[in-house]
């Protein structure tokens, strides 16, 4: 199926420049703090968990048997309108340490938060790390924004194996976040931390299949409608409606499509959406349930057998409540819009659309999870628009979610308190054809790693003195560094094992050219560029790599 975002009608927003500029003027002349503040951006920056880069342009059949778009309102208010980076990457693709890099611009290796949970991770993990106190929101309330947080921040955000401090995190006007003492049901039944009071529970927490959940005419309820997505909405327009003047900046972190894993539940899409996917087939597209692993490093072909029927029949069900779940989050984004529209602010902001990381459906025989560096876990979606952006167009730049703080931070015309790893992609926004020769890190670390540790601790971060596996998932614990620049992904696993995979003639990442003598000279390149970049910091990490060797000759699929 073609998707075309435009043939739907367009909302009747007019799109200018950002007056940065004019900014900088004002400061030079003097004019009064308040005014330069006004000519700033609003910025709104929404973020799902473990949406995939296939999910934003899926579809589903519907009750009448027609084929629908999942997220048709993010496709005409967000990628019609502004630029969709076709190879935005989660540089460790697991929740919390993906999410503390977007706060600090700042790969795992440089701000230590490599983890879920722990001293290196997680609530507790940023709690003790400079990054809580000095990231880019801080940076934007210092210069005259009202912040606001709703929903997910970090895994153990009020656990017991977190952090149990109430107070609202530095930078924040308002904070509606997520309060998690335990094993929740991520949908209905958990608590708020409401500008430092614990709230809820909202709605139960006894999961039945069609029992404790809301109306079928939410989200017109308002507050009373519990469902998450439906719940943390809106409370987001209403703080764009009660904002005071000057700029704003929101954040919106859903906890779709995730599911709850242990806890029987799954997914849970709102009840206006149950079953409206009952007859949707799971995509399969080349490198599901994969042949033939011989090519893959000993740890991942270790326990790699091939999906049976049972299991695919899961993945179906899993696949089909996710998307369902996700259409409330795209009539979310309809809301969020129109609230910034009628708030007359809607001209002048930048709107991000992301996930976290994204998770595996049966690629590569994973039927879950993420971790790895494989396209359908790091590869995510990112979508913006927003005054100067240009409407309707794809970008191939390589870009990463250490990009996003100094991207932020160069709209709002204000400086960063931490160093960034990442790098404004600014005019990428407004030139979406310029690539450059970008290198992007992608790194994991579940297990430890005495490399990583020598590295942090000569930076004064302290490492735990025995840290066992991250928490079971259903991929290999493997710890990893590698670069993902040109037409290549390279990925040098501990323990050991390469990957070298060419995205232009193999895009699913079904044949693994390490031992190529076609490519020995792409090897030798990334060898030395990722014995550079590995714990790189600062500008040696978002420095060009020069040119690119080609392979020798002419690649196909299979062959060599």
């Known amino acids: 199926m073609i998707f075309n975002w435009t043939r739907n009608r367009p909302l009747n927003a007019l799109l200018i420049l950002p007056c940065l500029g004019g900014m900088l003027l004002a400061a030079v002349a003097g004019r009064a703090p308040q005014v330069a503040e006004a000519k700033r951006p609003d910025i709104v920056v929404i973020q799902t968990d473990d949406m995939t880069s296939a999910m934003l342009h899926s579809t589903y059949i519907n009750r009448r048997g027609k084929q629908a778009l999942t997220m048709p309102r993010t496709g005409r208010l967000l990628a019609a309108r502004g630029v969709e980076f076709t190879n935005y990457y989660s540089s460790s693709p697991v929740c919390s340490p993906s999410r503390s890099a977007l706060l600090s611009g700042q790969y795992g290796h440089s701000s230590g938060l490599v983890r879920n949970l722990g001293r290196l991770g997680g609530a507790s993990g940023i709690a003790s790390s400079p990054v809580y106190g000095s990231n880019f929101v801080v940076a934007l309330e210092d210069a005259g924004y009202h912040t606001a947080h709703f929903g997910r921040f970090l895994n153990g955000y009020g656990s017991r194996n977190g952090i149990s401090d109430r107070t609202v995190p530095p930078g924040w006007s308002a904070w509606a976040s997520d309060w998690t003492p335990g094993p929740v049901r991520r949908f209905y039944g958990y608590k ?112 790699g057998r091939r999906l049976g029927a049972a299991d695919i029949q899961r993945l179906t069900r899993r696949w089909r409540h996710e998307i369902e779940s996700l259409r409330s989050v795209d009539e979310s984004v309809g809301r969020i819009v129109r609230t910034l529209r009628e708030e007359g602010r809607l001209s002048r902001a930048f709107i991000f659309f992301m996930s976290d990381n994204g998770a595996f459906f049966g690629e590569h025989r994973y039927g879950q999870s993420k971790f790895l560096a494989y396209e359908p876990s790091a590869n995510v979606p990112l979508l913006v628009r927003g005054p100067g952006v240009k409407r309707n167009r794809k970008s191939g730049a390589i870009v990463a979610n250490v990009d996003l703080a100094p991207t932020i931070a160069d709209l709002a015309g204000v400086k960063l308190r931490l160093k960034p790893d990442g790098r ?137």
């Open 192 to 303: 708020l931390n409401v500008n430092g009071r614990v709230k809820g529970p909202f709605g139960k927490a006894g999961y039945r299949a069609w029992r404790n959940k809301d109306s079928r005419r939410c989200p017109a309820l308002g507050l009373r409608c519990d469902y998450h997505t439906d719940q943390i909405t809106t409370r987001a327009v209403r703080d764009i409606r009660g904002a005071p003047k000057g700029p704003i900046y929101i954040q919106v972190d859903y906890q779709a499509p995730h599911g709850a894993a242990g806890h029987g539940s799954g997914t849970e899409p709102a009840s206006r959406h149950i079953g409206s996917a009952r007859r949707t087939p799971l995509p399969r597209p080349p490198g599901f349930n994969e042949p033939g692993i011989r090519d893959k490093p000993p740890r991942l072909r270790r326990g």
């Open 424 to 560: 404004t992609f600014r005019d990428t926004l407004r030139f979406p054809r310029k690539a450059g020769r970008r290198a992007v890190v992608l790194e994991s670390y579940r297990l430890p790693s005495r490399a990583l540790y020598n590295h942090l601790e000569s930076k004064g971060i302290m490492v735990p003195d025995d840290l066992g596996a991250e928490a079971s998932a259903a991929v290999p614990a493997v710890n990893y560094s590698g670069l993902r620049a040109g037409r290549y992904k390279y990925i040098n696993y501990e323990g050991p094992g390469r990957e070298l995979y060419d995205l232009r003639v193999d895009p699913f990442e079904q044949v693994n050219r390490i031992h190529s003598p076609a490519y020995r000279q792409v090897v030798r390149f990334f060898d030395r560029q990722l014995e550079l970049r590995r714990f790189c910091s600062a500008g040696a990490c978002s420095r060009g790599t020069g040119k690119i060797p080609l392979p020798a000759r002419r690649p196909h699929l299979r062959g060599f």
